[in-house]
């Protein structure tokens, strides 16, 4: 797989040809919606004739379709923005086209990021990067298939429970969720505004700490970002990384707690003392997840009404009848489970028990973080309880698709950056990945921590 | 037996905005029976005098000039809705 550093120096218009070229090679995936050809041609130009310069002057790249981003609609894989042009642009965008990154097309996902496999996109399912009868994961799955199929070295993801780590680890590329706060979210399609982050894959830990540099930072346009913190990320200097055993139960295949032991070793040979470590309220966090997130999901997704912008239904004779069909129209069944799970929790009735419950047991998954970082400098465990599962498989019972979240969603309760790494493949094949958990803002000493591996 | 009835499908769905066609709203039902019945289990912790959490930063109120800052039109932002007339964005009758 090509990194970044591949496409320096060389033809701008020549690199995004190709990637356009590599991207209609690999169609049958599904991985892209649309490809920005002529904007990226136009950019491309004004690279190569030096009015565009950076540190990624040339280097094509895609981002999955719920980012807002010239060239092809936004669709955020739904029918409700089908065909949406949008009027400007994410500010992760806009920071990386400054540096002379060139956005050559849009991935497919999830509607509204909504699952884990990619199957709930309006237009269709992505396959496998490495198994074509298999899922890409999700909802990032087109983001992490073309960057696994080399189409581009890198490309964009939210991740808001596991969407850009599972996804990463099914297909065998780096992908990391940021510490909560670290990049603007302006120009997002909003999910779940209390755990939403914009990360990104890549082939190597050193391209994704490149990009994730160059996204982080404070946006007067999203007040929730936090001051920059990327380059004074704390050092890992206790020389401790925890497994957390709870993640290493007889739940978890049995091939993907062995790649993630065999990590654990490479770490050791690093100078890293390996402990256990219990992490009690992880069993709770994917009940937590799953009535926080619907919660935010049920407000967030208020705004897409037919009147504004987005999907309007047709030969409706009153407004609350345009609201009703027009969402009923836009929206796929899973984004209606959790739109609908969320108006549950929230209900009068429900509210304490539910909901508030919900946010309190968050508190208490918090301090266990906390104290575990006391000692450790990170948290080791798998990614995902199995490889990559068959398309279909886990379509017709939502809770059981709700499980492969199960090890990411903690992180994303607490705001915690966290990666997923290639570590091996199984007896199939199928690419496993692990995960590095740190505490906040150790982003970029987590990535450095992963380069190092790498070099092993 | 089933936790969720068909009435408080049709009260979420209300709740919700979203006008159900009859074929969906059973398989919801069935669907959020499950979903709920996993999301009890958190009923059994104990969180006796436990604060909430809902956002991990610890940023509070930032403030900025009230400038204002023209990015898009309104034309621009106009443009976007499915109907429109006279500079206003049209919809059904209300009442």
Known sequence: ?456 | MSKISNQDVQRLANLSGLQLADDEADGLRQDLDKIVEYINILGKLDTDGVEPTYQVTGLENIWRDDEIKQDLSYQQLLSLAPESAENQVKVPQVL
């Open chain 1, 1 to 456: 797989m090509s990194q970044i550093s591949d496409f320096l120096g060389k033809s701008a218009t020549e690199n995004v040809k190709n990637a356009l070229e590599r991207a209609r090679s690999v169609e049958d995936y599904h991985a892209l919606l649309s490809l920005t050809k002529q904007r990226a041609l136009e950019r491309a130009a004004l690279v190569d004739s030096g009015q565009i310069t950076g540190r990624l002057a040339g280097v094509p790249f895609v981002v999955k379709d719920n980012f807002l981003a010239f060239g092809a609609p936004s669709t955020a894989s739904s029918k409700m923005l089908e065909g949406f042009d949008a009027p400007l642009q994410a500010t992760a965008v806009e920071k990386l086209e400054a540096e002379g990154a060139i956005c050559i097309g849009k991935a497919n996902l999830d509607a509204f990021a909504h699952g884990g496999s990619t199957e709930n996109s309006a237009f269709g399912a992505t396959k496998n990067a490495h198994d074509q009868t298999r899922v890409a994961g999700g909802s990032s799955g087109g983001s992490a298939v073309v960057t696994a199929l080399d189409v581009v070295p890198f490309a964009l993801g939210t991740d808001t429970g596991g969407s850009i780590r599972q996804p990463a680890s099914f297909n065998g590329v780096v992908g990391i969720k940021p510490t909560y706060g670290a990049v603007s979210r302006y120009g997002v399609v909003a999910m779940a505004s209390s755990t939403d982050t914009i990360g990104c894959f890549a082939t190597t830990a050193d391209d994704a700490n490149l990009v994730m540099e160059i996204m982080a930072g404070r946006d007067t346009r999203d007040m929730t970002t936090l001051p920059d913190f990327w380059l004074n990320s704390p050092e890992l200097n206790k020389k401790k990384i925890g497994l957390i055993k709870d993640f290493m139960t007889d739940d978890v295949d049995s091939e993907v707690r062995k790649q993630t032991l065999k990590y654990a070793d490479k770490l050791r040979s690093l100078g890293y003392q390996i402990e256990e470590i219990d992490l009690p309220m992880s069993k709770y966090s994917l009940a937590m997840y799953y009535i926080i997130v619907p919660a935010e999901i049920s407000s967030n997704l208020a705004r897409y009404d037919g009147v504004r912008y987005g999907r309007r239904a047709e030969g409706v004779k009153t407004l609350a009848e345009l609201y009703g069909r027009s969402r009923d129209e836009g929206f796929v069944t899973e984004n209606k489970r959790r739109i609908m799970i969320g108006s549950f929790v929230l209900s009068s009735g429900f509210f304490d028990a539910y909901y508030m419950q919900a946010q309190k047991a968050r508190t208490l998954l918090i301090n266990e973080f906390k104290q575990a970082f006391e000692k450790y400098d990170a948290l080791i465990g798998p990614v995902a309880p199995t490889p990559a599962f068959k398309l279909g498989e886990n379509t017709a019972d939502p809770v059981k698709m709700y499980l492969a979240d199960i090890m990411t969603v903690p992180a994303s309760l607490a705001g915690l950056p966290a990666l997923s790494l290639p570590a091996g493949v199984s007896s199939d094949g199928l690419p496993i990945g692990v995960q590095l958990i740190g505490s906040y803002q150790s982003d970029r000493a987590l990535l450095e921590l992963a380069s190092k591996v790498e070099a092993l």
